[in-house]
C-alpha cells in the first residue's frame, strides 16, 4: 500500500516513476440529451462547443435569459476533458469583490438546483479553512474577512487553539491563525452539470454529444475583423452567428478555425486521495497557502492537492482525450506531500487510495478568458477556468449568458475580459508560457496591491526606456508596456530574463536588483520607497514632474462620418472648434462607463504621426495604456454596429507621450518653444502643434494630477531629443522624473478616477460623479444616453463619495465604509496624498434599504473605514479636499492666501528631504 509518510517518500517515488501511457475512465452522464439524433438543427441563436461546467453553465443562464433555441455540441459526453476529475472546491471569499459576487452567484445555483430541477447536484456545505502561517498571511485573511462583512460573507478569525478545535486532527504549533468561512463547500462534478443539462433541455435547448465540431464558418467584416456565420460538426451545418467556446485546455483547436489564438495553456494537475482516516468525517476543506497545498473532504478521506512550482506543459494536449488520467509525477507532486503531512499529522500514516492527474487549462495572469472577441463578431470565449470552473462557473455562466444576450456583462467583467490581452503580445507563445507559469508557480502567493510579474518583460518598450532606466527607472509592466513605477536614487535595476523560480534546470537570478525593490514594496503597511513617491510628488506640487506616459493608445478617427460617429461614441459634446480636448466618458447601452479618457478635435496636418493629414475634420484620441485595447475595442464595435464610414488608425507606437507638470512647467517649456503658453493664447483643454527644442509635437493642456501642465505627443524620431532638452532646462528649476506610482497619489489627491477602480463598466456617470461629461443638455444622441436618462429620473442607488482618514494607516483598497454603524459600502482606491498628508479613499455608499442616495443622506452620517479589522474614524468630502476650485489647472497658485502658505511650506519639506537625500536609503534625486 503506497503511504504518504516523508521517511517512505523517496522509495515511493523511484517505485511510482510516471509512465507515457494514458489511462482511459469515467462513465456516461445521464442527461437528457439529443446525442441518438443523426443531425443537428439548420440554425440557432447560440452555439455552445464544450459540455463541462461553463458550457453547462452558459446553457442554463440563457435558459433563464428565455433564450432557449440553444445548441450544446459536445464531442465526447457531457463532463469530458477537465470538468469530471476536478477537485470541486467552493471558496467564498477573495480578494476582488467583483470574484465574491461571481461566487456568491455559484452558491446561490448550487443551492436551488435541487429545488428547481429535482437532481441532487452533489452540494456539499462542510465549511473552509484559510491557513496563516505568518503574520503577513493573517493581515491578508484580515483583509478578506473585512470585505466579506461588506459582501454578505460570514467569515471568522480563529486563533490556533479555536482552530484546534474545530479541526482536532490539525497540527497548530506553528501557525498564526485561520479564517473560517462557514458556508464554502464542494460541488460533484456529474450530479451538477446533470442537473444544469435538465434544466436547460427541458426549457428547449438542444445537447448533442459526440458531435465534434469539424469548421466554423466566417465571412469578412469591417476594420479587419471577421463575422460568424455558422458551425459545421459531423451531423450537419448550423446556422448562427453566436458562439461561445468553452472547451478549456482544448479551446485553440476551436480559436484556431476562426484564425485567432487563445492565450492559455495546458498542464497537468494532480492530487491523490487517501485511505479512510479516522476522525475526519465532517472536517472543513483547508487551504494552507504558505505550504501551496489544499485538503478537501472526501467522505471519511481527503483529497490532497496544490500548485507546485514545476508544473508539467502539455505541449499539445489531443484532440481526441476526454476521459483520460496521466500517471502521477510523484517527482512533481511530493513537494505537496511535506505540507499535507505537516499540516495534518495523521495523514503521515494513511495510504494513498487513488491518483488524480488530469490536464487542465492556465492562463498568463490565472484568470479566466471570457467575452466577445473583437477579432470575430459573435465568438465569444468561456475558457481557460485555471481548475476553478466549477467555483466560478455559476457566477460566470450567468455573466456569459449576459454578454450573449445584451452585448456586456452587468458586472465589472474586464479583469476577465479577452480584451484585457494585448493580441501583439499574447499571440507570442513564449509570454504565454512564461506568464502561465508564473501565475500558477503564484497562486498561492500573498495578493500585495503593488505586485509585479517577473516572466516575459520587455515585450513593448517605448522610446524612453533605456534613458530612463540609466535614471534609475524601476518599471511597471502593462500591457506588455513597461512603464515608469519610480525612481530609484541607486544604480539602475534593469530586467533579467525570466529565471522560471529555479524550475525546469533553471538558475534562480540572484543579487536582482529590481526583484529586490519589488520586496521593498510587498506588503498592506507603508513601505520605504514611499519617500521616493513623497519626493516625486512633491516636486510636481512645488516645482515640476515630468511623466513617461508613453503606453497610452493613440488612436486617430477621420472619414466622412466622423463627426457623427464622435459623437455617438463619446458622452461629452465633440462639436468644439479645431483645438478643443476634451475629456469624456464612452458608455455601454447600460450607461456603464467602458472608458474615460481625452478626445481632440483637430484638423489636417503635414502627414506626421503626430500631425497626420486626412480629409475633413478628425479627433486625437489618448486612451489610458493599461486599457488601451480594451478602449479600442468599444469603439470599433460601436462604429461597426452603427454603420459609420470612418477610418480608425491605430498609431500607439509610432509616438512617445511626455507629461510635463506643476507650477513651473510654463516657465521650463517656454525655455524651449517660441509658442505663446499662456492662458489666453493656450487656454486648459485645448492642444496645439508646437515647435519644442526644434521637433513638431502636439500639445495637450490637460492634467491627471491637478496641476498647470501639458502632454507632449510626440513622433517616435523625436522623443529622446525633446525628453534631453526638457530635463536639461528643468534641472535649474529642481525638475525630476516621476512614475506612476507618483500619479496614483497625485490623481487620488485631486478626485481623478482610475478606470476600473473608481469608475468601472458596472457604475454610470451618475453614479461615478461624472455626470458632467455627459451631453445630456443637448439634442445630441450618444450609446448609453436612453438608460443613463433613466437611472437620473429614479436617481443613484449608489454614489461613489471620497474620505480622508489622519490615523496612521494604509489604504489600499477592499476596506469597508461604515455609516453611523452600519456597512454600507467599501474602498475601491486607496493612497496616501503627500501635500494634504492624508489618506484618501474613493468607494461607493449604498442606503441598506435600497433608496435614493441624497446630498442630506450623505452629510448626515457619522462615518469610519474599517482596516482590516480596525476601525478609523473618516471624514467625508463632498467635493476633492485638495483645489476644489481648480486654480491649480488653470495656472492660478496665487488665488487662495492658505494655499499659498501651504505651497510655500510643502517646499521647503521638499527641499529638506532633498537636502538629507544621502541618509534615505531609496530616495530619488538627481546626482
Not at 873 to 895: C, E, V
Amino acid at each position: 500500500m503506497t503511504v504518504l509518510s516523508k521517511r517512505f517518500f523517496p522509495p515511493i517515488i523511484k517505485a511510482l516513476k510516471p509512465r507515457r501511457s494514458v489511462r482511459q475512465t469515467g462513465a456516461h452522464l445521464n442527461a437528457s440529451t439529443d446525442a441518438t439524433q443523426q443531425s443537428v438543427p439548420t440554425e440557432a441563436d447560440v452555439v455552445i462547443i464544450g459540455g463541462g461546467s461553463l458550457g453547462c453553465q452558459t446553457m442554463y443562464h440563457l435558459a433563464k435569459m428565455g433564450v432557449t433555441n440553444t445548441v450544446l455540441l459536445e464531442k465526447d459526453q457531457l463532463t469530458a476533458g477537465t470538468t469530471w476529475h476536478t477537485a470541486g472546491l467552493v471558496w467564498r471569499l477573495r480578494p476582488n469583490d467583483t470574484e465574491i459576487q461571481l461566487l456568491s452567484h455559484t452558491h446561490n445555483v448550487l443551492t436551488n438546483l435541487e429545488e428547481e430541477t429535482g437532481i441532487e447536484p452533489g452540494w456539499i456545505n462542510n465549511g473552509g479553512l484559510f491557513i496563516a502561517n505568518n503574520k503577513e498571511r493573517l493581515e491578508e485573511y484580515k483583509r478578506l474577512q473585512t470585505i466579506g462583512k461588506v459582501m454578505g460573507i460570514d467569515s471568522y478569525l480563529l486563533s490556533p487553539q479555536e482552530t484546534k478545535k474545530l479541526y482536532p486532527l490539525m497540527n497548530v504549533e506553528d501557525i498564526y491563525g485561520t479564517l473560517y468561512s462557514p458556508k464554502d463547500g464542494t460541488i460533484d462534478p456529474h450530479g451538477l452539470c446533470t442537473a444544469l443539462s435538465r434544466f436547460s433541455t427541458r426549457a428547449g435547448a438542444k445537447v448533442y454529444e459526440n458531435c465534434p465540431v469539424t469548421d466554423i464558418l466566417t465571412s469578412k467584416g469591417t476594420f479587419g475583423s471577421s463575422v460568424i456565420e455558422g458551425v459545421v460538426t459531423e451531423k450537419g451545418t448550423i446556422k448562427t452567428k453566436c458562439v461561445v467556446n468553452c472547451t478549456g485546455a482544448w479551446a485553440n483547436y476551436i480559436s484556431e478555425l476562426v484564425g485567432i489564438s487563445t492565450p492559455l495553456v495546458a498542464m497537468k494537475h494532480a492530487y491523490v486521495v487517501t485511505e479512510k482516516i479516522p476522525g475526519i468525517e465532517n472536517m472543513p476543506n483547508v487551504r494552507d497557502h504558505d505550504a501551496s497545498v489544499y485538503l478537501k473532504l472526501q467522505g471519511d478521506a481527503l483529497q490532497v492537492g496544490g500548485y507546485e512550482v514545476d508544473p508539467i506543459f502539455i505541449e499539445k494536449i489531443q484532440r481526441e482525450f476526454a476521459f483520460g488520467l496521466y500517471e502521477l509525477d510523484y517527482d512533481v507532486f511530493g513537494v505537496h506531500i511535506e505540507g499535507a503531512v505537516n499540516r495534518v499529522p495523521c495523514l503521515e500514516h494513511s495510504g494513498i487510495k487513488s491518483t488524480v492527474c488530469g490536464p487542465e487549462s492556465f492562463t498568463p495572469d490565472h484568470k479566466p478568458i471570457m467575452g466577445e472577441d473583437p477579432r470575430v463578431r459573435g465568438f465569444f470565449h468561456g475558457v481557460g477556468f485555471n481548475s476553478a470552473g466549477m467555483m466560478l462557473g455559476g457566477g460566470c455562466g450567468d455573466q456569459l449568458a449576459k454578454w450573449v444576450v445584451n452585448g456586456r456583462p452587468d458586472l465589472d467583467m474586464y479583469g476577465y475580459d479577452i480584451r484585457r490581452f494585448c493580441p501583439e503580445v499574447s499571440k507570442n507563445k513564449e509570454w504565454v508560457d512564461q506568464r502561465s507559469h508564473e501565475a500558477y508557480a503564484k497562486n498561492y502567493a500573498l495578493v500585495f496591491p503593488h505586485d509585479e510579474p517577473l516572466a516575459s518583460r520587455n515585450m513593448k518598450k517605448d522610446p524612453f526606456h533605456e534613458i530612463l532606466e540609466a535614471a534609475g527607472c524601476v518599471y511597471q509592466e502593462r500591457f506588455g508596456w513597461e512603464r515608469p513605477g519610480w525612481f530609484t536614487m541607486h544604480a539602475p535595476c534593469p530586467l533579467k530574463p525570466y529565471d522560471w523560480y529555479g524550475a525546469y534546470g533553471n538558475l534562480s537570478n540572484d543579487e536582482y536588483g529590481y526583484k529586490e525593490r519589488l520586496q521593498l514594496d510587498y506588503t498592506f503597511n507603508h513601505t520605504p520607497i514611499e519617500e521616493n513617491i513623497r519626493a516625486e510628488c512633491l516636486a510636481t506640487r512645488t516645482s515640476a514632474g515630468l511623466f513617461n506616459m508613453s503606453y497610452f493608445g493613440k488612436f486617430y478617427l477621420t472619414g466622412p462620418d466622423a463627426q457623427k460617429a464622435a459623437d455617438w461614441v463619446f458622452s461629452a459634446r465633440m462639436d468644439g472648434t479645431t483645438e478643443k480636448t476634451v475629456y469624456t466618458c464612452m458608455l455601454n447601452q447600460n450607461a456603464g462607463i467602458e472608458a474615460d479618457l481625452t478626445v481632440s478635435m483637430i484638423e489636417s496636418g503635414s502627414g506626421s504621426s503626430a500631425d497626420p493629414e486626412f480629409e475633413g475634420r478628425g479627433f486625437y484620441i489618448a486612451a489610458a495604456g493599461g486599457a488601451a485595447y480594451q478602449n479600442l475595442a468599444h469603439i470599433t464595435k460601436t462604429i461597426q454596429d452603427g454603420g459609420f464610414d470612418v477610418q480608425l488608425e491605430d498609431r500607439s507606437h509610432d509616438m512617445g507621450m511626455l507629461s510635463l507638470q506643476g507650477p513651473l512647467s510654463r516657465e521650463i517649456l517656454s525655455k524651449l518653444t517660441n509658442s505663446p503658453l499662456d492662458n489666453e493664447n493656450f487656454p486648459f483643454s485645448t492642444n496645439k502643434m508646437i515647435t519644442v527644442a526644434g521637433h513638431k509635437v502636439r500639445a495637450l493642456r490637460v492634467s491627471f494630477v491637478g496641476e498647470l501642465g501639458w502632454e507632449l505627443h510626440i513622433p517616435r524620431e523625436s522623443c529622446i531629443p525633446v525628453y534631453l532638452a526638457l530635463t536639461e532646462a528643468g534641472k535649474e528649476y529642481g525638475m525630476v522624473n516621476a512614475g506612476y506610482r507618483a500619479i496614483d497619489s497625485l490623481s487620488i489627491e485631486k478626485g481623478y478616477p482610475h478606470w476600473h477602480q473608481e469608475v468601472r463598466m458596472d457604475d454610470s456617470p451618475l453614479e461615478g460623479g461624472l455626470l458632467f461629461t455627459c451631453k445630456l443638455k443637448t439634442d445630441t444622441d450618444f450609446l448609453g444616453r436612453a438608460a443613463l436618462e433613466k437611472k437620473r429620473q429614479i436617481g443613484a442607488r449608489k454614489k461613489k463619495v471620497c474620505f480622508t482618514v489622519d490615523a496612521d494607516v494604509c489604504l489600499v483598497g477592499l476596506e469597508a465604509i461604515v455609516r453611523n454603524g452600519e456597512y454600507v459600502g467599501h474602498v475601491r482606491r486607496g493612497d496616501h496624498a503627500y501635500f494634504i498628508d492624508k489618506e484618501v479613499a474613493y468607494g461607493y455608499v449604498a442606503n441598506n434599504e435600497g433608496s435614493k442616495i441624497t446630498q442630506a443622506w450623505l452629510a448626515e452620517g457619522d462615518y469610519q473605514i474599517e482596516a482590516r479589522g480596525q476601525l478609523y474614524d473618516a471624514m467625508l468630502h463632498l467635493k476633492t479636499p485638495f483645489d476644489s476650485a481648480n486654480n491649480r489647472i488653470q495656472g492660478r497658485y496665487d488665488s487662495d492666501e492658505r494655499l499659498l502658505q501651504t505651497q510655500e511650506q510643502k517646499l521647503l519639506d521638499y527641499k529638506s528631504m532633498i537636502n538629507n537625500a544621502v541618509s534615505i536609503r531609496y530616495l530619488h534625486t538627481y546626482s
